[in-house]
């Protein structure tokens, strides 16, 4: 199978009688696991999302032509930084981007040599914590036109504010994201989500029960999981990966869930 399932708590072991469960419901990435999960602490992660970068011909025309003119572009996603890059980044961009903090922003940076290569022609105009952010710095920016690469699944907030302000977007979708069916039989104390995506895909075919706290990375999951669950929902304090399992690990080493 293409997924991995982690299962933590062999690595850490069975000898205390209380211990927390958590399920994270897609890849958690290169997270120095046995460093931030307590002994009493058991974390599965199963992907409830797929991605795959589309690749043909013609989108990679698409992509070098764009590249090269002096545009700004706006990724929300990691996937699109790296479908993207597979073109541009060989290519003299001269590119103003805006993008979504932590996650999305450090592979932009990666992948186009920001670092290593401060003068480069790409630069980083603009970032936020969410689609709406992102999209208010556009528009403080004065920008007229813009390129969305994004997948296929995304969601219509950042393009509805930017046109409603007269922004001319021009979407490019350049990965697509697919639901990956799981039944969980386990019961978790927490369930953390990335993504609408997620969020949708786990409770097609998954109930949560009545106690079971969910973790949302930001709030347009969380508005997702509201939709979906009547169960408390817990908002990441920083829109990453790494924050969302920190809260979750913090909220329940705290008294306040059980006041």
Known sequence: MWFNILLLRNIIGHQLTKRISILSTGDTGDLPYEGMVPADVALDVIPFIACRILESKALDLQIGEIAKSEAQVVFTSKHAVMAVAKVAAKMPVQWSVYCLGNTT??????????????????????????????????????????????????????SGLLLKAGVAVREVVVYEMKEVMHVVEDVYDGVLFYSPSAANSFFRHNRVSIGTVLFAIGQTTAAALRELSNNKIVVCSTPSKVRVLQDAIEYFNSSNHNN
């Open 105 to 158: 922003q450090s592979v932009v940076v990666e992948q186009f040599n920001i670092v290593e290569t401060p003068d480069k022609n790409v630069r980083i105009a603009g970032v936020g914590d969410n689609a709406k952010e992102l999209a208010n710095k556009i528009i403080k920016d004065n920008v007229k036109n813009i390129v969305f690469f994004c997948g296929d699944q995304r969601l219509d907030t950042l």
